[in-house]
């Protein structure tokens, strides 16, 4: 009697549960925004920045999320068709970034860096494509033997494997260039900065090709995904791979062919990132791939507008928000961080919503 009595309150309890533990998270998420205001509020009153300084900041941010969204594009692909997080595509990126590295030094050596603006040109094109390459190589040889044959397994495996295939091409990059910094150095296409009127505000011509660059592949990546009979097959297979291959989709290529477009994404992000940062270390990609899992999972993970929108606002965040708050500069990565625990807490599915399947939902 006791035993039906219990189980009859169960329900009840659960909702009660439920009920306070949905209002005690909701109370916590506004108790730090009000303490972040607060923060913010008194910074500005302590401390006046002229306004070319936010302008500034705030173009450097975007910039900085142009970088991370080639990346963030790359790990929303491979998590919409395998459910997995590939934490190696960080590396992936940093391998792209030394091979337009050295394919600058060639060019440099040939005396096209500050060479006309033809050569100039010339030599981005052939540093991107490099990078892209080494990274797509890459990418392909890690789903091959370290992703495939654990595709059956459960979720944590290739998890764990994916771990570990990052530190594996950490560490061979340092046996491969050694520990020093490899300094990028500009083309003089893009080297300088563009003076907006008489605001005394200027922009790098790098961050205005960064960015433009940035949105032109996100744009080819959406006419990929959605215009084109590759792009079909990937949302078959994203949906229900054992359907897809009924259907006749050949799964493997689709999986592959996945790993080939975010990774040459990657490879694109890591030479815009040693344009960016004019430097890279055998250890560049460990951060950024991370604040680009933060942005694809603050825009939703599995959704291509999402990870973009992400990794912009990720940007803009750690650009400004040490100044906001009243911080060293050191704290950005603190701050990139702390959104991603917050969106976790407080929004699991992101800004735009996770890309679900009907399968997993």
């Given at each position: 009697?006791?035993?039906?009595?219990?189980?009859?309150?169960?329900?009840l309890f659960n909702k009660i549960y439920s009920y306070i533990s949905e209002n005690a998270i909701r109370a916590f998420g506004l108790l730090i925004v009000a303490l972040i205001i607060w923060r913010i509020i008194v910074v500005a009153g302590e401390r006046s920045f002229p306004l070319q300084y936010w302008a500034l900041q705030l173009t450097n941010g975007l910039i900085l999320g142009g970088v991370y969204s080639m990346v963030a594009l790359g790990y929303t692909l491979v998590y919409g068709i395998l459910f997995m997080i590939n934490f190696a595509h960080g590396e992936v990126m940093m391998m792209g970034g030394f091979a337009g590295f050295f394919v600058l030094q060639a060019t440099n050596a040939l005396g096209w860096t500050n060479g006309t603006?033809?050569?100039?040109?010339?030599?981005?094109?052939?540093?991107?494509?490099?990078?892209?390459?080494?990274?797509?190589?890459?990418?392909?040889?890690?789903?091959?033997?370290?992703?495939?044959?654990?595709?059956?397994?459960?979720?944590?495996?290739?998890?764990?494997?994916?771990?570990?295939?990052?530190?594996?091409?950490?560490?061979?990059?340092?046996?491969?260039?050694?520990?020093?910094?490899h300094n990028y150095r500009k083309p003089a296409v893009i080297n300088g900065l563009l003076k907006v009127g008489e605001t005394g505000f200027s922009i790098t011509y790098t961050g205005i090709f960064i960015f433009i660059v940035?949105?032109?592949?996100?744009?080819?990546?959406?006419?990929?995904?959605?215009?084109?009979?590759?792009?079909?097959?990937?949302?078959?297979?994203?949906?229900?791979?054992?359907v897809a291959r009924l259907m006749g989709v050949d799964v493997d290529r689709v999986i592959v062919f996945t790993f080939v477009l975010g990774s040459a994404l990657a490879g694109a992000g890591g030479v815009m990132f040693g344009l960016h940062n004019t430097?890279?270390?055998?250890?560049?990609?460990?951060i950024p791939g991370l604040k680009a899992f933060t942005a694809?999972?603050?825009?939703?993970?599995?959704?291509?507008?999402?990870?973009?929108?992400?990794?912009?606002?990720?940007?803009?965040?750690?650009?400004?928000?040490p100044s906001a708050l009243g911080v060293p500069t050191e704290y950005k990565d603190v701050i990139a961080f702390s959104v991603l625990v917050l969106v976790l807490m407080f929004r699991p599915t992101g800004l735009l919503g996770e890309v679900l399947t009907e399968k997993k939902a």
């Open positions: 009697m006791h035993t039906t009595e219990t189980k009859d309150r169960l329900p603006t033809f050569q100039s040109m010339l030599t981005i094109l052939l540093m991107m494509l490099a990078g892209m390459i080494v990274s797509v190589i890459t990418a392909v040889l890690l789903e091959r033997l370290a992703y495939r044959p654990l595709r059956t397994a459960p979720r944590l495996v290739p998890l764990i494997s994916a771990i570990g295939a990052s530190f594996f091409l950490q560490y061979t990059a340092l046996i491969l260039f050694g520990a020093l910094p940035a949105i032109l592949l996100m744009i080819v990546l959406q006419l990929i995904v959605h215009r084109t009979k590759m792009g079909r097959a990937m949302r078959a297979v994203a949906e229900d791979k054992e430097v890279m270390r055998f250890n560049t990609g460990f694809a999972v603050l825009g939703g993970i599995g959704n291509l507008p999402g990870a973009m929108l992400g990794s912009l606002l990720l940007g803009v965040l750690e650009a400004l928000g």
